[in-house]
């Protein structure tokens, strides 16, 4: 059984920084894409952040704001979350996808307070 676990969420003030990292466990070999999506109050999810083997993919609203990167361990991925705006607050939710089937954590809270 697969499972992602996110951490690092907590509150910021704006133009603050904040690194969420997400572990995976259980018996995939590798994911082929891994990412972060977002959930702020009322709304829907969003993507935030993906990242594969040979590219990068970010949200216009986070844009040279915020780097996703995958560790050396196995399963790993981050988000390095700079100048921090109140509207960033949201749970922040780890995906990792392989063979067309998606996984995901429960989420963190980010909170950014102007």
């Known amino acids: 059984q697969v499972q992602l676990v996110e951490s690092g969420g907590g509150l910021v003030q704006a133009g603050g920084s904040l690194r969420l990292s997400c572990a995976a466990s259980?018996?995939?070999?590798?994911?082929?894409?891994m990412g972060w999506y977002r959930q702020a109050p009322g709304k829907q999810r969003e993507l935030v952040a993906t990242?594969?083997?040979?590219?990068?993919n970010y949200a216009d609203s986070v844009k040279g704001r915020f780097t996703i990167s995958r560790g050396n361990a196995k399963n790993t991925v981050y988000l390095q979350m700079n100048s921090l705006l109140p509207e960033d607050t949201a749970v922040y939710l780890c995906?990792?996808?392989?063979?067309?089937?998606?996984?995901w954590g429960k989420g963190t809270l980010v909170t950014v307070s102007s």
């Open positions: 990242i594969s083997s040979v590219w990068e």
């Open positions: 259980g018996t995939i070999f590798r994911f082929d894409l």
């Open positions: 995906n990792a996808n392989t063979l067309g089937v998606d996984y």
